[in-house]
């Protein structure tokens, strides 16, 4: 269990290299059965709570996965956004689609309008389960699959002075959103990392 952690706040970083996915094993995802957190690799998702376990499919062309048919739809229960994800959780109820979703605010679930996604333009990975560890941050969703994802995101977004390593070219730290480095929304950033901590360390997340 991660213990109190000192927020490394204006000190100077330097781009430890690595792609995404060179940033912890296990990518923790909402249990597609329980909700809970569990955890996903390259053998597919399985859950240490209710005991779920996937096989990955190679097939796109699954007929739950979809989007709220409108990107700002809004929470019905806090009037927030809820993301415009593509889940595996659509249903048909009288010739409509709807998909089920998790509000990430509030934590409130419902029926929203949907329409079918067949793949997800989303951070290009394949289609999974919605993030565990995501939440909205001055209008944009901030994510982290993992502890060393969230770890390193912290250390580098919370530095004054960011140095580039010794791997050149288009590392994870290179690639992130202009927003996610911006000065003006480093505090903004901070919190909502540390918001993601705090979940992460509520729900039992230990790597
Ligand atoms: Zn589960
Ligand atoms: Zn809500």
């Known amino acids: 269990m ?18 995404l996915d060179s940033f912890g094993d296990v990518i923790w995802v909402h249990c597609p059965e329980c909700d809970k957190a569990s955890k996903k690799d390259a053998n597919g998702v399985s859950c240490g709570h209710c005991g779920y376990t996937t096989v990955q499919s190679r097939k796109s062309s699954n007929t739950k996965w979809a989007v709220p048919a409108s990107p700002k739809q809004k929470c019905s229960h806090c009037s927030e956004p809820i993301g415009s994800e593509s889940r595996p959780t659509a249903r048909t109820k009288d010739g409509e689609l709807f998909l089920w979703v998790r509000c990430p605010h509030c934590g409130e679930t419902d029926d929203y309008p949907a329409r079918q996604s067949w793949n997800t333009q989303h951070f290009g990975y394949e289609p999974g389960p919605p993030l565990f560890l995501s939440t909205q941050v001055a209008g944009e969703t901030l994510w982290v699959n993992n502890l060393a994802h969230l770890d390193a995101l912290e250390d580098w977004l919370g530095a004054k002075v960011r140095e580039r390593g010794p791997q050149p070219g288009l590392t994870m730290m290179a690639k992130l959103p202009r927003w996610m480095k911006a000065s003006t929304n480093r505090d903004k950033v901070l919190r909502g990392l540390a918001q993601l901590r705090d979940r992460a360390q509520k729900a039992g997340i230990d790597q």
């Open 2 to 19: 991660t213990s109190e952690r000192h927020l490394p706040i204006h000190h100077r970083a330097e781009d430890p290299g690595g792609r």
